[in-house]
């Protein structure tokens, strides 16, 4: 786990933490996998060669949306079927619903995700 501070505008800095997430992913092109980070059930869809990662709890009632079909960027959610683009969390119903989108960094230990700290403390 890794601490970072990342800028949002100027004079503020929001805290993140930064977690192992694995070595590599084996996760199938147009596919998506369910992750356990922290306590948080994080949703990572590969698509073109990229991925991304988002709450793997839908905004509406909590559904599993990692289990859900994904179609390009788009998921829809097993539950009742609403769709998020998983590059950007917007739900396709309106700008309004978002799910929570989340840096995935790689380097030469494997795959990281950054999430925000919670913890209220700070360095
Ligand atoms: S829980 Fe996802 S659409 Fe209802």
Request: hydrophobic share 35%; charged share 25%; aromatic share 10%.
């Amino acid at each position: 786990m890794d601490v970072e501070c990342s800028e949002l505008s100027e004079g503020a800095c929001e805290m993140s933490i930064r977690y192992k997430v694995a070595d590599q992913f084996e996760i199938p092109e147009g596919t998506g996998q369910e992750f356990v980070v922290a306590d948080k059930v994080i949703a990572i869809f590969h698509v073109d060669g990229d991925y991304y990662a988002m709450d793997g709890l839908c905004p509406h009632a909590g559904g599993p949306i990692g289990t859900g079909h994904l179609r390009g960027c788009i998921v829809t959610c097993p539950w009742h079927g609403w769709q998020f683009d998983v590059t950007t969390g917007e739900s396709k119903l309106s700008r309004v619903i978002k799910s929570a989108t989340f840096p995935l960094v790689r380097d030469a230990e494997g795959w990281w995700l950054e999430l925000p700290d919670k913890s209220g403390a700070s360095s």
